[in-house]
């Protein structure tokens, strides 16, 4: 088999690291496994990189795990375009990869392809039967290209605080004179102090 | 000492876990476990709950590490805030807990005061200072009341998918004739095919 690791563990390693942040082994992480793989090999071991996702769905998780880049130390940036691809970059240079899910080579995979673009109900592709096929196809249904990064590279540094006069709760002072709750953008109503 | 254990792990584990998940144990990671282990005991044990943070910088890889959400199962939900608040709730009632920094609070510890407020220069603050104030403090510069949440609680299911034709990519059919990137949203150049 071409890949007896992925982004260095072996495959059950791997499998554990996935259910234990996720919940479960879904076949978008397994998959996004050899994307993060991939794109890491390309990207080379002596760089510091950030990441850029395409999509929300399960991949931010694999880069999470398997890179050094996570949502919360502003090194992984995530866009709501639920495109399967993902671009490490170097953070200097703004020089990386990009690695995607390519549906044309996608094609000679069935039960991905039908699997990827929703054509069968899930319940025709077990788990099982979806994972063999994602660790079969390895790299196969996968492109990769150099690129340049020219947007979203922005460093997302905390900015000037402010007190809201309204709740008392600290924010970032360029949001405007209140906090984003107390102009009307607040999810929740408040009941009981604890 | 009153919390000898953050998160369900003793000291050194919780610490361990932040820096392999993070890069290394910022301040605000330490912080964010104490947010953490309140509203995860305030909602309870048996109940199935999303979370919604309301700052991108630290608390939500603290979330993604000690609660089941993440960002790629579709559990935790990230406002761009930079208030420093979590929200647990339960997903079917939409009824949880919000724990926040209290800033009234927060005054009776200077240390920390001095550096969420951003009053002194990081190196006159180190890192070990940092971290025994926060320990020393636990959960006492924060407040926590009962909410229901009104928003940001739709599930982020995917959606129908189309195929761009300009670059042959999938990408969600909602967002328009042709995929974000070839609407001239993209964030790189491509060059070489790898």
New interface residues.
């Given amino acids: 088999m071409l890949h007896r690791t992925i982004c260095g563990r072996n495959e059950e390693d791997f499998f554990q690291e996935l259910i234990r942040?996720?919940?479960f082994a879904?076949p978008g992480?397994v998959l996004g496994g050899f994307l993060v793989d991939w794109a890491r090999e390309?990207v080379g071991a002596d760089v510091e990189f950030d990441a850029?996702v395409?999509t929300?769905?399960?991949?931010?998780?694999?880069v999470?795990l398997f890179t050094?880049c996570?949502?919360?130390?502003?090194w992984m940036k995530?866009?709501d375009?639920?495109?399967?691809?993902v671009?490490l970059y170097d953070r200097r240079k703004l020089t990386g990869?990009?690695v995607?899910?390519?549906?044309?080579k996608l094609r000679s995979f069935p039960h991905l392809y039908n699997w990827?673009?929703?054509l069968v109900p899930k319940k025709d592709l077990p788990l099982d039967v979806l994972h063999e096929a994602i660790l079969n196809a390895g790299r196969a249904p996968l492109?990769?290209?150099?690129?340049?990064?020219?947007?979203?590279?922005e460093r997302?540094k905390?900015?000037?605080?402010a007190?809201c006069p309204q709740c008392?709760?600290?924010?970032?002072a360029s949001?405007g004179l209140k906090?984003?709750?107390c102009q009307g953008k607040?999810?929740?109503?408040?009941?009981?102090?604890?």
Same sequence: chains 1, 2.
């Fill in positions: 942040f996720h919940g879904a992480l390309l850029i395409e929300t769905h399960c991949l931010p998780d694999v999470q050094p996570t949502v919360g130390n502003g995530v866009l375009w639920d495109k399967f691809a671009s990869y990009r995607w899910l390519d549906l044309g990827y673009m929703q492109s990769a290209c150099s690129i340049t990064v020219t947007r979203h590279y997302h905390k900015k000037k605080i007190v008392g709760e600290a924010y970032t949001q906090c984003p709750a607040g999810y929740y109503e408040a009941s009981i102090l604890v």
